[in-house]
Nanobody, 122 residues
């Protein structure tokens, strides 16, 4: 199967930046799409950004468009999320996720990382 390990979360003030990383291992040839999905307390999981394994296709939620950038380095089997101009409403646990077919919702992903906390203070 596929294993995902995230790193890079932390606490920053509003306007600051963080970069999240997610390294995949195992049967990575099975991956079609990867995504960063966040969940704030009491809220549903929300796909923040999504990228195809070959890097050709990307998606951003309206709430992060223009502030976050998703990328993938296939040589390292690693996906990144560069987060700039962070806002308090970006506070959540951020999960790395992967799927073998085109996903429709945040709950369609098969493989998940352990999650990393991002906290943005005002």
């Amino acid at each position: 199967q596929v294993q995902l390990v995230e790193s890079g979360g932390g606490a920053v003030q509003a306007g600051g930046s963080l970069r999240l990383s997610c390294t995949a291992s195992g049967r990575t040839f099975m991956i079609y799409y990867m995504a960063w999905i966040r969940q704030a307390p009491g809220k549903e999981r929300d796909v923040v950004a999504r990228i195809s394994w070959d890097g050709d296709s990307t998606y951003y939620s309206d709430s992060v468009k223009g502030r976050f950038t998703i990328s993938i380095d296939n040589a390292k089997d690693t996906m990144y999320l560069q987060m700039n101009n962070l806002k308090p409403e970006d506070t959540a646990i951020y999960y790395c996720a992967a799927v073998k077919q085109r996903p429709i919702t945040a709950y369609d992903y098969t493989y998940w990382g352990q999650g990393t906390q991002v906290t943005v203070s005002s």
